[in-house]
């Protein structure tokens, strides 16, 4: 069973770009989660989103945004880059959305904006 | 507010010695889901154990062991007979009734041969 693939794993990024990430979750999890790690800062969760519709979302700007397509896959965007941005963006996918259910983790996207 | 709190930045521990990590957690919730994830330099993170709120045992999962205090509100992760393989940074997580997660700071692990 295929894991959580995202796309790309390294991008540079200059100030002001933007960016898309993609996030395939694994075969029949519905909902997708995205993280972005920092060494500062952690784990801070981004969004969540389940059968095409955010569900949770988390404490960033407007800047980050995302969405679910119709098979689960998850794409986020992040506009008008700054170099706080920089940071390992990692997306989970969980079958079970009770507090049971634990995430499964991609690889990640590490971002560096220059 | 949810919060999960590990207080360990770095730990060392000789190889095939037990080692505990620590976590404590500070919710309302009467339901909730307690991980312990592992992240590797490669970056991706591997789930490892989990423990339910209303669990009366221990959970278990080969090497590892969550010793779940609920009272105290907290869910530290013993690993026994540490390998060098287990060097590693670990997270400790709650998610709660919204389905949202929350990560500690984390631990970094060393082993040493």
């Known amino acids: 069973k295929a894991g959580v693939t995202q796309t790309p794993r390294y991008l540079i990024k200059t100030r002001g770009q933007q960016v898309t990430l993609s996030c395939s979750p694994i075969?029949?999890?519905?909902?997708v989660s995205w993280y972005q790690q920092t060494p500062g800062q952690g784990l801070q969760f981004l969004f969540e989103y389940f059968s095409e519709t955010q569900r949770n979302k988390g404490n960033f700007p407007g800047r980050f945004s995302g969405r679910q397509f119709s098979n689960s896959r998850s794409e986020m965007n992040v506009s008008t880059l700054e170099l706080g941005d920089s940071a390992l963006y990692l997306c989970?996918?969980?079958?079970?959305?009770?507090?049971?259910?634990?995430?499964?983790f991609g690889e990640g996207s590490r971002l560096t904006v220059l | 507010a949810q919060k999960i709190t590990q207080t360990q930045p770095g730990m060392f521990v000789q190889e095939k010695e037990a080692v505990t990590l620590d976590c404590t957690y500070d919710?309302?919730?009467?339901?909730?889901?307690l991980f312990w994830y592992k992240q590797p330099s490669s970056g991706e993170m591997i789930f490892l154990i989990y423990q339910g709120s209303y669990d009366e045992q221990n959970a278990t999962e080969g090497r590892y062991s969550l010793n779940f205090q609920k009272a105290r509100k907290s869910a530290n992760l013993v690993i026994s007979a540490s390998q060098l393989g287990d060097s590693a940074m670990y997270f400790c997580a709650m998610r709660d009734n919204f389905n949202k997660f929350y990560f500690g700071s984390g631990t970094k692990l060393n082993v040493k041969p």
């Open positions: 919710t309302s919730d009467q339901s909730y889901g």
């Open positions: 075969s029949g999890h519905r909902s």
């Open positions: 989970a996918s969980s079958l079970d959305v009770t507090v049971t259910g634990e995430l499964f």
